[in-house]
């Protein structure tokens, strides 16, 4: 039984594999309806467990449209309409949802309560985001970047402005595919320090923009305020040079791409001309999401790598 709860946890080998499955699966897709299954429905009569306690749209439909093209079913939980919302421990939602599902995906605010889920349950559990980390949303960035011809070993990615969870799955990314991550953040708004180290070099951070953006292949933010955190003025304010605007971008290689996990707000993190620019890739690499999920199931059952 294998849990997809970072990165790491795959491995490079198993990142390469869910690539290479999710490239073969979107293609041998070509031109069918959306709902409907895989010729070989891999996943048939299997039913995922998704478990919100934040909100969601991109990773919540993914998840329920992947399982349905699996051949199985997924089941997508309000954290705030099941019993967790009344105090039920996670534990003890762990050990019933693995009575009635074959996998389990939790998006929760600490990490230590996907740990506790990964505990007690006795099926596979995914991250769907925490705060600390959004593993499946790079898998998806991944493809979207390989999709554009760009090989992942020896690219220069730049990220701009919070060093959040987003953040810390690409340097993840950074250290297991081989390429460089220069982040540029605000002082106090920095990622983890033990992310950055466990990246062995291949992660840096800057305070200037300029310097993170050259000759970059990549151009990645995400929004200044994430889920859970108050709307701070003083927060916005120390972010403001690292809006991403064309200025920025032409710092970058002139075939570099521009990333955003979404939901954006343009005229912050990113201007409208940049976000819906021709460098732009938000569009196949939120659809990426789903192709994504599908071969991250398909390696936790151990279908795939
Ligand atoms: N990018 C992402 O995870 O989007 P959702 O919050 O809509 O799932
Ligand atoms: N950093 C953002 C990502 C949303 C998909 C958040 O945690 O809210």
Not at 128 to 142: E, F, R, W, Y
Not at 178 to 204: N, S
């Amino acid at each position: 039984m294998r849990h997809f709860l970072d990165l790491a946890s795959a491995g490079a080998d198993g990142i390469a594999a869910i690539l290479n499955d999710a490239l073969d699966a979107k293609a041998a897709r070509k031109g069918w309806p959306k709902g409907r299954a895989d010729a070989d429905a891999s996943l048939a009569g299997h039913t995922l467990a998704c478990v919100f306690e934040k909100s969601s749209t991109r990773t919540r439909v993914s998840f329920d449209m992947a399982m349905r093209q699996l051949g199985g079913s997924a089941l997508v939980l309000d954290a705030g309409t099941t019993q967790l919302g009344r105090g039920e421990t996670v534990a003890d939602t762990a050990r019933v949802l693995s009575g009635y599902c074959d996998a389990i995906m939790v998006r929760t605010d600490d990490p230590a309560k996907l740990d506790e889920m990964t505990r007690y349950a006795s099926v596979p559990v995914i991250n769907g985001l925490t705060d600390h980390s959004h593993p499946c949303q790079i898998v998806a960035d991944l493809l979207t970047v390989i999709e554009a011809g760009k090989a992942l070993p020896g690219l220069k990615w730049a990220w701009l402005g919070d060093g959040n969870n987003v953040l810390h799955s690409i340097v993840e990314a950074g250290a297991l595919m081989g390429f460089d991550v220069v982040a540029a953040c605000p002082e106090g708004y920095d990622p983890a320090p033990a992310v950055i180290e466990a990246a062995g070099g291949r992660a840096t951070i800057t305070r200037d923009p300029v310097a993170a953006v050259r000759d970059a292949d990549v151009i990645v933010t995400d929004t200044w305020i994430s889920m859970g955190q108050a709307h701070a003025e003083q927060k916005l304010a120390a972010m403001a040079p690292y809006q991403v605007d064309d200025a920025l971008m032409a710092h970058a290689k002139p075939d570099a791409v521009f990333l955003h996990c979404l939901p954006a707000h343009r005229g912050e993190e990113v201007t409208p001309e940049v976000i819906d620019g021709p460098q732009s890739l938000i569009w196949p690499e939120a659809e990426n999401r789903l192709h994504a999920q599908k071969a991250i199931l398909r390696w936790c059952f151990g279908l795939v790598g």
